[in-house]
């Protein structure tokens, strides 16, 4: 087997050296570089929110005059639902679960950490997949 890949590259070799050595022409680059130019940018990866800004500004807009209105004309009477709610059933479950302080420290270290590096991976492939 040897000898039989020795003999396939002497055959290349002289194949290779058979064939004329091709040339660019001289305006190679410009007239690749021009093709790009020309080619539309994809819109793939283009971004687009998913709730547009006017919504996002009905949405704001809503919630203002819902904080407004109610802090105006608000009642003074407790109609809440919430003091009347039961929770002793929902407190009873977790009441006997006691959780060590190192695991704790761990969790709001995790929810940091999650709310610092959303903001950071968000804008850096923004700018990745910048158009």
Do not use: R
């Amino acid at each position: 087997m040897d000898k039989e890949q020795k003999n396939i590259d002497e055959f290349i070799s002289k194949a290779m050296q058979s064939l004329p050595v091709e040339k660019t022409s001289v305006d190679f680059t410009d007239l690749i570089m021009s093709k790009i130019a020309v080619e539309k940018p994809s819109t793939v990866t283009t971004y687009t929110s998913l709730i547009s800004k006017p919504v996002w500004v009905l949405i704001f807009v809503l919630i203002s005059g819902l904080c407004v209105y109610l802090s105006f004309f608000g009642t003074a009477e407790n109609s809440s639902w919430l003091p009347s709610a039961n929770y002793n059933a929902l407190t009873s479950v977790f009441k006997n679960i006691h959780l060590n302080s190192s695991l704790i420290y761990g969790i709001v270290a995790l929810a940091l950490m999650t709310l610092i590096q959303v903001p950071i991976y968000k804008n850096y492939y923004k700018n990745k997949f910048q158009v």
